[in-house]
């Protein structure tokens, strides 16, 4: 029964990262070529984060009350309509405020994710008497991420060389199999969803935040890990969005496929770093302190990519600073499983995806800033 659950969180996982990288090494391209400058483009992924940002807490509550496989459903079927909403905006020209406001609905797909498979990965392999640690699985699974990122990345790019509009087209047909997968697969197994009736909705969204806090920012181990998350995102997204334009401008030349190889490049050192967390933790020996050395990797060369590309600019910095990224990414994939492990361990059942949830809005803030702030910069 355990075997069956992680495979299949590990299918979803996959197949979501498939869909959702199909389009990241081809995001700024595709608005940029939809009439909008770089700043409205930073200003638009700020907007799609602040969606993420306000729905966060409400979607964990739906995920702890009727259900992680409803709240799954939930996500998928909003982002096949506003990934084809895209698709649209671009075709018939409908400008930035339609960009902005079909992101923040691409935002609340998102949070109907967040969380949810995680909590049910968890409260399914407590329920079936699974007593390993958890992390070699959020490993594995982040694994699956890398994977389906490479070969959704590579995929985009090389169908964004022949027209920007196919990668979103594409993602749209990755979900239907995914919902089927989903609403077949996902068995509620360690967790009893309850009925959310519209009238209680406000007092039940009131008391599991109130958990929420108690058990995330309130809660002396995990407060540290929500406030790393606000600042550590302010930069990550931020980056995230821009290095595809900055990557080809110090190369000097406007190959899209580039773009593609390097989010491929990408997606193997995540799983690189996600290979390395055994041998990390045991050479570090605390999960903080994983943590730890795992944001200051990151810091130090997000830094020097931008202080080389600002003080050297050309072809040859190009591969100085995306070796630097790589790295950046290796460092990155290290600290993912270890800090779903971290949290799931300080969280009860009933306030799981909820306090999950909590984390990414902290995130999604940190996002928010500094895509406005560092996008306005840019400009």
């Not at 339609?98 to 797909?109: P, T």
């Not at 050479?283 to 994983?290: E, F, K, N, Q, Y």
């Amino acid at each position: 029964m355990s075997a069956r659950i992680i495979r299949t969180y590990f299918a979803i996982t996959f197949l979501f990262n498939l869909a959702m990288s199909l389009i990241w090494g081809v995001d700024t391209l595709f608005k940029l070529g939809a009439g909008l400058d770089i700043f409205q483009v930073m200003l638009t992924n700020a907007a799609f984060t602040a969606g993420s940002m306000v729905f966060e807490i409400p979607t964990g509550v739906v995920a702890d009350t009727v259900g992680r496989r409803v709240s799954l459903l939930l996500s998928l079927g909003t982002l096949f309509i506003t990934t084809l909403l895209y698709v649209g905006a671009a075709w018939r020209g409908w400008g930035f405020a339609a960009f902005c406001w079909i992101s923040v609905f691409l935002g609340l797909g998102y949070t109907f994710y967040t969380g949810a498979v995680d909590a049910w990965l968890v409260d399914a392999l407590k329920a079936t008497g699974y007593s390993a640690p958890l992390e070699p699985v959020f490993a594995r699974g982040q694994m699956m991420f890398g994977v389906g990122m490479l070969l959704g990345t590579i995929s985009g790019g090389l169908l964004g060389q022949i027209h920007l509009y196919i990668p979103y087209l594409v993602r749209a047909g990755v979900v239907i199999p995914l919902f089927v997968l989903a609403w077949f697969g996902m068995r509620e197994v360690g967790f009893t969803p309850r009925a959310l009736e519209l009238r209680r909705a406000p007092a039940e969204l009131r008391r599991l935040f109130v958990e929420g806090m108690d058990y995330g920012l309130h809660h002396r181990v995990v407060r540290p890990v929500m406030l790393a998350s606000l600042v550590t995102m302010s930069f990550m997204i931020f980056g995230f969005y821009s290095w595809q334009k900055y990557f080809l401008d110090l190369l000097g030349k406007n190959l899209i496929w580039v773009n593609g190889v390097i989010s491929s490049l990408v997606g193997l050192a995540l799983i690189a770093g996600n290979a390395l967390v055994p041998r990390v933790a045991r050479a570090v020996g605390t999960r903080t302190g994983v943590l730890t050395l795992s944001i200051a990797v990151q810091a130090a060369t997000a830094t020097a990519c931008g202080a080389l590309g600002l003080l050297a600019p050309g072809p040859v910095t190009f591969y100085v600073v995306v070796l630097l990224y790589l790295v950046y990414s290796v460092a990155l994939g290290v600290s993912m499983p270890v800090k779903q492990g971290y949290l799931n361990a300080h969280i009860p059942s009933a306030q799981r995806a909820t306090v999950i949830s909590l984390d990414a809005f902290f995130a999604s803030l940190g996002g928010v800033v500094g895509q406005t702030t560092w996008g306005y910069l840019a400009r």
